[in-house]
């Protein structure tokens, strides 16, 4: 996912510049998509290899600072949302509106981390220099996530799942955390869509996660594609 960071454009995500998920999916960052046409998108230019986990990034991250937020478990309240603006699915074998989750994570004993380096280009490829477009460039290493909730609609085990790290931005109030933006095949939870359209979730499943000590936030984002469009409902948040 590319997202250029328009200056003066009003908050509404969850990872600053070039990267993240939407408000819907994990909350909390900043940044609008770019528009298609002339404008400068953020592109991925390189890719670095860190030192270690305590060397400092260009952007002032470092590995450590990812690391230092992420702990072996934790226990939450997840909230299943069947409808929303004209979606409607169920979820096989959610019991009730909402079910205890946990969530366990897997961090290597010599974790790789990368520093990325953002920047605007414009639609042929070349960097440009525009004020209007800010490219932020992020530290990210690897883990393992695993969640299943209480009732058992949703399990599963994720391995090679990216955490990214971007800078603050105190001159607009927008304070960067760790977060995990990723989408995979998931057969859980087993969502069915009722309306508007009647068929099976697509495997697909977005997975956002936003690591804000003492909490983990996040959501599961499901999609189902008919002829003409694509349908997506976030169906739980903790």
Not at 34 to 49: D, F, I, Q
Not at 86 to 104: F, R
Not at 150 to 176: I, K, Q, R, Y
Request: charged share 20%.
């Amino acid at each position: 996912m590319r997202v250029a960071r328009y200056v003066g454009a009003t908050l509404a995500m969850v990872s600053l510049g070039c990267e993240g998920p939407g408000a819907d999916e994990a909350g909390g960052v900043s940044g609008d998509t770019a528009t298609e046409g002339s404008k400068p998108t953020c592109e991925l230019v390189s890719t670095t290899e860190l030192a270690s986990v305590d060397t400092v990034a260009p952007n002032g991250r470092s590995g450590a600072d990812i690391l230092a937020v992420i702990p072996e478990s934790f226990e939450t309240t997840l909230t299943w949302e069947l409808s929303s603006n004209g979606a409607e699915v169920e979820v096989q074998g959610a019991s009730g509106q909402s079910s205890a989750l946990t969530l366990t994570f897997d961090v290597p004993m010599d974790p790789q981390v990368f520093f990325e380096d953002w920047e605007a280009t414009d639609p042929s490829g070349e960097v440009v220099h525009d004020v209007d477009v800010v490219c932020d460039d992020f530290v990210r290493t690897v883990i393992g996530v695993s969640a299943a909730t209480e009732d058992g609609a949703l399990a599963f085990e994720l391995s090679g799942v990216d955490v990214g790290f971007g800078p603050d931005h105190p001159e607009t109030g927008d304070w960067a955390k760790p977060f995990i933006y990723a989408t995979r095949d998931l057969s859980s939870p087993n969502v069915n869509f009722l309306a508007p359209v009647a068929q099976p979730a697509d495997a697909g499943k977005t997975l956002g996660l936003i690591f804000e000590a003492p909490q983990i936030s996040g959501s599961l984002t499901v999609y189902a594609t008919s002829s003409d469009e694509t349908h997506r409902l976030v169906v739980a948040r903790w």
